[in-house]
């Protein structure tokens, strides 16, 4: 015969889950420190006045321009000298007649 099975060991309860832990309120974030007053800005230095300016030095006459020294008369110039006549030009040399012309050699027959 088949051997007894026995009954299933019992399965106990699931352990129990506990509550999420608490969660804090955010830390206090304190007011911002308080900015002071610029600091003051005290005049500005006086400027004293310009120094004097002196009047600008005399200036004296120009000094006196002389007359000019005479120009004397230009020299004479004396007549120009007197130009002969130009050389007689002879008359061209006689031109004779061109020498004769003979005939030309006689011209053999061609070799044969």
Do not use: C
Not at 45 to 52: E, I, L, Q, R, T
């Amino acid at each position: 015969p088949s051997p007894a099975v026995g009954p299933s060991p019992a399965v106990g309860p699931s352990p129990a889950v506990g509550p999420s832990p608490a969660v804090g309120p955010s830390p206090a974030v304190g007011p911002s420190p308080a900015v002071g007053p610029s600091p003051a800005v005290g005049p500005s230095p006086a400027v004293g006045p310009s120094p004097a300016v002196g009047p600008s030095p005399a200036v004296g006459p120009s000094p006196a321009v002389g007359p000019s020294p005479a120009v004397g008369p230009s020299p004479a110039v004396g007549p120009s000298p007197a130009v002969g006549p130009s050389p007689a030009v002879g008359p061209s040399p006689a031109v004779g007649p061109s020498p004769a012309v003979g005939p030309s050699p006689a011209v053999g027959p061609s070799p044969a």
